[in-house]
């Protein structure tokens, strides 16, 4: 952890200069005609031109400011591979060997923004993840038979989606132990930040492991968290798909929102199986995974009295009478433990989504949002990585006029059949959205 300190400053200041320069192209100082999209989505030290990739070109950008003399590091903040303070030939060999897949130090910018010097690329050969969201970035990366320690919410809730073989030994909830990491001798794992106490303390007993921290809460960096674990892992094909399938939802998104007048006005709400022996309602306001994702196509509501902790409210029925069709106009219900949930051995279905839909919705048959159809439903799956593939559903039960059914299906297909082990047909495996007739003004809304 002291290098880690060592360099906390000079992460400080690269984010700073990023934060600043991101959105900017740079062209080399030659003939080659080749721009790099600066994105600061990989805060490698070798990715001297700050897009999406380490390759030659980097090799390019660090030749044509060795040769200029002077290194301007606002707009090359990555350059300096080895971290000694200059950019020279020792940087570009650094960068050949990242190239190349050889062993060589590494650095990045990890999620607190203290620089991380790891030996790459990073053994992953016994992997140990803290949660379902981490196992989902194991198997998007190609890694997933590497996993040996995993959560049960993996290991026993989605056995049926998994290939569970490999794994050693498992816990419930989040509860990783620094105990269970050094008994099935992991040598990475993937956590989120508030298992590194955890996590450090089973580095401190072996040196050998490398950890890698994740903060879902922030669906924005979820491609950044891809791209650069890609690099560290050296699988770097496998991240760059799952980059081009997020982007590639994010210019339908906003293609699509541009034909929208005002965006409208959502409340987002969390509700349980055993939703009837709970006295409250859980609303996600700003800070969760769900409303910073669904905040791409809505306007979410948010709350001052909202939780500190875990930025939620909790609130009773009669809350939501109160605040419709003023604060907000449609009420987003995620339900939990749905999608690809296990039933006797197999997926749950549509026709289980939809009759838990329309028992949620009687908590809101009084609002307006029910007379006008406006009560939508999906799952909870907007704090993971495959949060996206939902998206454009969602964004059809919005704004049906503008986006299309079909391309939901197949944004939520396209997911599965390439990041996942599971190899299902979304419309007839899991319960992702309300399919059913009951709620006929809902169905009259989208018909309109």
């Given at each position: 952890m002291e290098e880690k300190k060592m360099f906390g400053a000079i992460a400080v200041v690269a984010v700073i200069l990023v934060a600043a320069f991101c959105g900017v192209t740079l062209m080399k100082d030659d003939k080659d005609t080749y721009e790099a999209k600066v994105t600061g989505n990989v805060p490698v030290f070798g990715n001297a031109n700050n897009d999406d990739y380490i390759d030659s070109h980097d090799i390019d950008q660090l030749n044509a400011i060795i040769d200029d003399g002077s290194w301007d590091k606002t707009a090359y903040p990555y350059a300096d591979a080895n971290q000694d303070g200059k950019i020279d030939s020792a940087d570009v060999d650094i960068v050949n060997k990242i190239i190349s897949g050889q062993n060589c130090n590494l650095y990045y910018v990890d999620i607190y923004d203290d620089v991380v010097k790891v030996s790459y690329p990073v053994s992953h050969s016994r992997v140990g993840v803290s949660y379902w969201q981490q196992a989902e970035l194991a198997t998007l990366m190609g890694i997933w038979d590497n996993v040996v320690l995993a959560s049960t919410a993996t290991t026993s809730s989605n056995s049926h989606r998994y290939d569970t073989s490999n794994i050693e030994k498992s816990f419930s909830g989040s509860k990783i132990t620094s105990e269970l990491i050094l008994e099935c001798r992991c040598d990475f794992i993937i956590a989120s930040q508030g298992k590194s106490d955890v996590v450090q303390a089973a580095i401190d007993a072996d040196s050998n492991i490398t950890p890698y921290y994740v903060d879902v809460s922030k669906s924005s960096t979820y491609v950044s968290t891809v791209l650069t674990l890609g690099v560290l892992l050296n699988e770097n094909e496998e991240a760059q798909a799952y980059a081009d399938f997020v982007n590639g939802i994010k210019e339908k998104i906003s293609s699509g929102m541009e034909k929208v007048q005002e965006k409208a006005k959502t409340v987002v709400t969390l509700m349980y199986a055993n939703q009837s022996t709970r006295a409250n309602i859980v609303v996600e306001c700003e800070g969760t995974g769900a409303a910073d994702m669904i905040g791409l196509i809505a306007d979410v509501y948010d709350s001052s009295t909202k939780s500190t902790s875990d930025y939620?409210?909790?609130?009773?029925?009669?809350?939501?009478?109160?605040?419709?069709?003023?604060?907000?106009?449609?009420?987003?219900?995620?339900?939990?433990?749905?999608?690809?949930?296990?039933?006797?051995?197999?997926?749950?279905?549509?026709?289980?989504?939809?009759?838990?839909?329309?028992?949620?919705?009687?908590?809101?048959?009084?609002?307006?949002?029910?007379?006008?159809?406006?009560?939508?439903?999906?799952?909870?799956?907007?704090?993971?990585?495959?949060?996206?593939?939902?998206?454009?559903?969602?964004?059809?039960?919005?704004?049906?006029?503008?986006?299309?059914?079909?391309?939901?299906?197949?944004a939520l297909q396209e997911y599965f059949d390439n990041f996942t082990t599971a190899k299902i047909n979304v419309k007839t495996q899991g319960g992702w959205y309300y399919t059913g007739t009951s709620y006929s003004a809902y169905n009259e809304r989208l018909a309109q």
């Open positions: 939620r409210m909790n609130v009773e029925a009669d809350w939501f009478i109160q605040n419709c069709g003023t604060a907000f106009d449609f009420i987003i219900i995620e339900q939990e433990g749905t999608d690809t949930k296990k039933v006797d051995d197999t997926y749950y279905t549509p026709s289980m989504y939809n009759e838990r839909f329309e028992e949620a919705i009687t908590y809101y048959s009084s609002t307006q949002a029910y007379a006008s159809g406006m009560i939508l439903g999906t799952t909870y799956s907007y704090n993971s990585f495959g949060g996206y593939a939902n998206l454009l559903y969602l964004a059809y039960l919005l704004y049906p006029d503008v986006f299309s059914e079909e391309d939901g299906w197949n």
